[in-house]
C-alpha cells in the first residue's frame, strides 16, 4: 500500500494524490495549479498512466481540487469520478466555465502576442475546452454523505461532511489488504466552526494516516469582531468617499456568504441601499445549487430560506449573466457593490472592473478570500503600487481592505481542533495543501503532541503505507 502525493505538495493548489492498495489504484482530487510558479504542471502529462486509474474521488467543487478532470478524461481516462451530489451539481458549473475561460484566455493571448510579435510562455491553445469538460461531466457519481461506497470487496470510501463549501467532503478509505486493515483519511479542504450557510466540519474518530490540509496552518483568522461589522464599515466608508466597492468573490460559498451578510446588513438598515452586482454567472448558478440543496445547508439558513427575508433575495440586488450587462456596471454613476470572479483575480469578470477602478482613490477593493503566491490578488494585498491587467500597468490608488474572518478554511486552531477528534493518534500525519511556512507551522504544532508521527511530502514523493 502506497501513496503518492502529486499536488498540493509544497504549494495550495493542484490538489491530487494517487493510493495504490489492494490492487485499485485511487486518484484523490485531481485538481488545477493556479500559482504562477508552477502553472506549468497544468501542461505536463498524467503522472500516472491513465488506463492504470480506476477511480477518482473528488473532495469538492474548487478548481484546485476538480480542475484537471477534463484533462485526465481527454487523455484517457474511462472510470468514473465519485463526489456529493451537490459537488456533482457545482463541479458541473465550475468546469464548464473553467473550458469557457480557457478557449477565451487562449484566443486572447494569440491575439496579444501576434500583435506583440512574441512568442507567449505557454501553449497558446485552452488547456481544455468547454465541450471536453462537458464530456468529463458525463463520467461525474453522485454520492451520499456518510453512506459506504464499494470500491471493491477490499475498499470502502465514505464521504463526510467538510464544512468548507456546499458539498465540500473529507475522504474517508477503508482497505483490507494481506489479513490487515488501514483507515486513510484526506482532510480535502476544512472550514471553520460556527459559520452561516454550512454545517460545522464532521470530526473523525479513526484513522491509521491522515493527509490534513494547512492552508491557514500557521496563522488564527484575526479577531476582527463579526464579519458583518467589518464590512458594514467598509461599505459606509465607501459610500461616504463616492467610490465603488469591488469584492472579488468565489462563485462558490464565498459569493453566497457575502451576500447572506450584505442582505443581513440591508434588512437592519445598517447600510444604503445601494445596487449589489452579483456579476458571476456561475456565481448565479451555484447560488441556485444551494437553494436546490438546502438540506445541506445549517438550520439558521434553512429557516432564512424559508422567511419573508431570505440571504439570497434582497432590495438592490441585481444578478448579472451577459457580458453586456457586466460592461454596463461601469457607466453608472454613484455608489455601488460589485462582487466578480474570479476571487485571486486571475481571470474573470473582476479583472475588467479592476481596470476601471483600482486607479480611483475613490474606490475600495474588498478581499473576503485566500490569494495564493504568484496571483494578482495576492500582489494587490501585499501593497503593490501598479500591476499588470490584460498586459497593461494600472497604479494602485484604490483603498484595499480584507476581511480575513470569511475565509472558508480552518485556520491553526480550528486544524487542531479537527485532528483531536481523532480516538487514538493515527500512525502518520501528512501535511500537505499548505505555503512551505504554514505547513511547517502546522506540522510543528502537532508534532509536539505524544505519539504523532509527522511528515510534509514533497512533489511526487511516495512513502510506503506499512
Known amino acids: 500500500m502506497q501513496l503518492t502525493f502529486l499536488g498540493a505538495a509544497g504549494q495550495v493548489t493542484g490538489s491530487r494524490y494517487l493510493l495504490e492498495a489492494a490492487g485499485l489504484k485511487i486518484l484523490i482530487d485531481c485538481g488545477l495549479f493556479q500559482e504562477r510558479d508552477f502553472l506549468a504542471r497544468n501542461w505536463e502529462s498524467s503522472p500516472v498512466p491513465v488506463g492504470d486509474i480506476d477511480h477518482v474521488l473528488l473532495t469538492h467543487a474548487h478548481l484546485d481540487h476538480c480542475g484537471l478532470v477534463p484533462r485526465l478524461v481527454a487523455q484517457g481516462y474511462r ?4 463526489a456529493t451530489r451537490a459537488s456533482v451539481d457545482l463541479a458541473g458549473i465550475v468546469l464548464r466555465d473553467s473550458g469557457r475561460l480557457q478557449e477565451e484566455d487562449a484566443a486572447f493571448k494569440r491575439r496579444r502576442h501576434q500583435r506583440e510579435g512574441r512568442q507567449g510562455r505557454f501553449p497558446e491553445v485552452p488547456l481544455y475546452t468547454e465541450r471536453e469538460a ?9 454520492v451520499r454523505y456518510d453512506e459506504p461506497v464499494a470500491l471493491s470487496d477490499q475498499v470502502t470510501a465514505w464521504f463526510r461532511d467538510a464544512g468548507h463549501i456546499l458539498g465540500s467532503a473529507i475522504v474517508e478509505l477503508h482497505v483490507r489488504e494481506d489479513d490487515r486493515s488501514r ?4 482532510s480535502g479542504d476544512i472550514g471553520q466552526w460556527d459559520r ?16 490534513v490540509e494547512s492552508t491557514y496552518g500557521g496563522r488564527r483568522h ?9 464590512l458594514c464599515e467598509i461599505v459606509n466608508d465607501t459610500e461616504a468617499r463616492g467610490g465603488n466597492l469591488l469584492i472579488p468573490t468565489f462563485a462558490i460559498e464565498r459569493a453566497q456568504e457575502v451576500l447572506y451578510y450584505l442582505s443581513k446588513l440591508v434588512w437592519q438598515d445598517r447600510i444604503p441601499h445601494l445596487l449589489v452586482f452579483l456579476d458571476s454567472p456561475m456565481a448565479v448558478n451555484a447560488t441556485e445549487v444551494f437553494l436546490r440543496y438546502s438540506e445541506c445547508l445549517d438550520e439558521e439558513t434553512q429557516g432564512l430560506l424559508r422567511s419573508s427575508r431570505p440571504p439570497f433575495a434582497f432590495p438592490g440586488l441585481r444578478l448579472v449573466r451577459t457580458v453586456e ?3 454596463a456596471i461601469n457607466r453608472i454613476r454613484g455608489t455601488c457593490v460589485i462582487m466578480a470572479g474570479s476571487g485571486m483575480c486571475t481571470g474573470g469578470r473582476i479583472k475588467h472592473h479592476l481596470e476601471h477602478q483600482i486607479g480611483r482613490l475613490q474606490t475600495t477593493v474588498l478581499f473576503v478570500g485566500y490569494q495564493a503566491q504568484g496571483t494578482l490578488g495576492r500582489q494587490i494585498v501585499d501593497g503593490a503600487s501598479e500591476v499588470r491587467i490584460h498586459g497593461q500597468l494600472h497604479p494602485v490608488r484604490a483603498r484595499i481592505a480584507q476581511i480575513h ?13 479537527w485532528m483531536h477528534g481523532f480516538a487514538r493518534p493515527p500512525r502518520g500525519i501528512f501535511v500537505t495543501h499548505g505555503e512551505p511556512a504554514s505547513s511547517q507551522a502546522l506540522a510543528a504544532l502537532l508534532a509536539a503532541q505524544p505519539g504523532q508521527r509527522v511528515t510534509i ?3 511526487q514523493q511516495t512513502v510506503v503505507l506499512d
Not at 134 to 142: H, I, N, P, S, V
Request: negative net charge; hydrophobic residues 40%.
Open 405 to 417: 474572518g470569511l475565509s472558508a478554511h480552518a485556520d491553526q486552531e480550528d486544524l487542531r481542533r
Open 325 to 327: 450587462e457586466s460592461k
Open 79 to 82: 472510470g468514473p469520478v465519485l
Open 196 to 211: 452561516p450557510l454550512v454545517r460545522d466540519p464532521s470530526l473523525v474518530a479513526d484513522a491509521d494516516y491522515v493527509i
Open 457 to 459: 511530502p514533497a512533489y
Open 222 to 230: 484575526a479577531d476582527e469582531g463579526p464579519p458583518d461589522d467589518a
Open 134 to 142: 462537458e464530456t468529463a461531466l458525463a463520467q461525474f457519481r453522485g
Open 183 to 186: 483507515r486513510i483519511v484526506f
